[in-house]
């Protein structure tokens, strides 16, 4: 029987060699300086920004977009519009921000300088603040068309958004939702479809300052749920072969 | 240059993946070899800081796995990895250029260079998802030696290769091995044995044996078929 030795010698010569003078100088090279710079926060979020798909910041601009174009064109009730489409926002922004789940990464992120936690944390701070900025943005618009109370219209977004942020994260954060990063679409169709019952049937009023109050509390509980999400990004027990 | 693992127990649940492992690997090429659920990837995994272990401790000069210090001198290749599917090779190389902390001017340089000794050069503007399991393995492979790893490790390394380019392989991994800390995991002897400086014998967790093979210890294979009966 061929020994295995003597098979690497006839693949040798049958592969013929490789370029062996690249792969000197290429090895000679291991030792040297990478070029490697320090990362901070801020480099972070900007190598991050590159890689988040056109699709996210497209559906986020919608949020001040539709104020601007909706209310003229369509003559629909741009508020309610723009609160249908917030769950949406926020569910999507999720989904980007765990997409190396979705397609097998982390691992390999796992190991570089920014790590897992670090890819993450880079690209939901990006997300949320860019879809966070465009709320009054938004408000600003809309109140400034229908004379409403720029606070008021805040808060109605803030509320949809928020609630299916903080569903989405604490999701994320069980093995469901870990298996099934497109769950966060799911908890956004189920807010839109609450929030289209309450609209339609509701005929309580907790008043704007109730509103506003638990705006403000679900801001704080979805900082909360975020660092929460942070902190388990890459400690996931990966289950034994 | 040495990596230190003392005490090292993984467990997930009831099962014991990793027992009580200590070992120190020096420069050259280490290979873990092992059957299928033996604890290797698990092994690996704790090496690279992706799983923390239950009890035990891993260390690279006196940085802990977790550190930055560790993560930026550290090469590695999961057994199986994704990538997005809009990157081309190109891209998915200078995304880990980026993350690695590689500046832009010297990870274009590093990529090309990369693409080349890989021999992807001219796939590098395709799309990865036409790549074949052996273009992406070699992807693989490029990007782990990335950032000039003084730690290699390598989940598997040589599955899905075609026999040419397991040759090519090995030969970069030696070589890789004469200037860092390369450890290999596999279930095929072949892989290392000639390669190899040092093996790592596991099974079910444990290590059965560790040291040096030498040709009149007779033939590898057969002692590992041996402990595995």
Sequence with gaps: MMKDKDLKIILTEYAGKPGHLKKDTFIRSVTKDAGKEHVSTFKMIAVQAGYIRVYVWLISIAVACLPLFGADMFRFATLDAVADLMPFVAGVGIIEAMRARMYDMTELESVTLLSGKGVFYARMILIGVVQFALIPVSAVLMAFADTGSVIDHCVKLVLPYCITAIICLIVERTRFGRENVLVCLAVAGAVFAIRQSLVSFARYDPGSLTLTIAAAVLIIVQIFEFYKTVRTVGTGEVEWN | ?229
């Design chain 2, 1 to 229: 240059m040495e990596l230190k693992a003392s005490g090292l127990t993984k467990q997930y649940g009831s099962k014991t993946a990793v027992d009580n492992m200590s070992f120190e690997i020096g420069k050259g090429v280490t290979g873990l070899l092992g059957a299928n659920g033996a604890g290797k990837t698990t092994l690996m995994r704790m090496m690279c800081g992706i799983l923390t272990p239950t009890s035990g401790e891993i260390e690279y000069d006196g940085y802990r796995v977790e550190s930055e210090e560790y993560r930026n001198v550290l090469g590695y290749l999961p057994q199986d990895f994704g990538y997005y599917p809009e990157f081309t090779g190109m891209d998915f190389l200078k995304y880990f250029c980026a993350l690695k902390g590689i500046d832009k001017k010297a990870a274009n340089t590093r990529c090309e260079e990369l693409l080349e000794l890989v021999g992807l050069k001219d796939m590098g503007k395709v799309k990865v998802k036409k790549y074949s399991g052996g273009m992406k393995q070699r992807l693989g492979i490029a990007q782990a030696i990335i950032n000039r790893p003084e730690v290699l490790i390598l989940d598997e390394p040589t599955a899905g290769l075609d026999p040419k380019e397991r040759v090519r392989f090995r030969s970069l991994i030696e070589e890789l091995g004469k200037v860092s800390i390369v450890v290999l995991s596999t279930h095929i002897v072949s892989d290392i044995e000639h390669i190899a400086d040092r093996i790592i014998m596991m099974k079910s967790g444990h290590i059965i044996w560790q040291g040096s093979w030498k040709e009149e210890q007779g033939s590898l294979e057969e002692f590992y078929l041996k402990e595995f009966e």
